[in-house]
């Protein structure tokens, strides 16, 4: 997590090669309340504006969550979330994601579609946003 601007904006950072192994027994379990953490840690940080940074590089396909679970994170987000996100920026996209989010594109609102951008390498990353308070995985760096 870091800031930005001059109100001082949330950054969260999202790194997928820490996501749990789909092929646990107790993987949907664990799913379930990584997203109900993420989510209450989002309302108790988020008052104003913020933008969501997804670290997709040196994720093995199986630690890549499901599209299930993201439609059902994306519905179950508080309107005031989805309305004061900015940016969500997914650094190091992979052919799997960009097929995902292709073929969600209709079932998703445009509003919430322009905020999408992908980011080929970490240096384009630096150029739109500081980076000094944000902690990047050594896996991701290399």
């Known amino acids: 997590t870091g800031y930005y601007g001059d109100g001082l904006n949330a950054i969260i950072v999202f790194a997928a ?41 040196a994720t093995p396909r199986r630690r890549m969550p499901g599209l299930g679970w993201m439609k059902k994170c ?15 920026i997914i650094v190091h996209p992979s052919w799997f994601i960009r097929t995902i989010l292709a073929v969600t594109r209709p079932f998703i609102s445009s509003k919430f579609s322009s905020k999408i951008q992908y980011v080929n390498t970490l240096a384009e990353l630096r150029e739109m946003i500081p980076m000094e308070y944000m902690h990047i995985p050594d896996s991701i760096v290399k």
């Not at 090669?17 to 107790?26: A, E």
């Not at 005031?80 to 900015?86: I, Q, S, T, V």
């Open 17 to 57: 090669c820490f996501l749990p192994d789909s092929s646990r027994t107790d993987y949907n379990y664990v799913m379930e309340n990584l997203f109900l953490y993420v989510i209450s840690t989002l309302e108790l940080m988020v008052a104003e504006d913020y933008m969501i940074v997804y670290l997709n590089g």
């Open 74 to 88: 994306y519905q179950m987000i508080d309107r005031r979330l989805r309305k004061n996100l900015k940016s969500f």
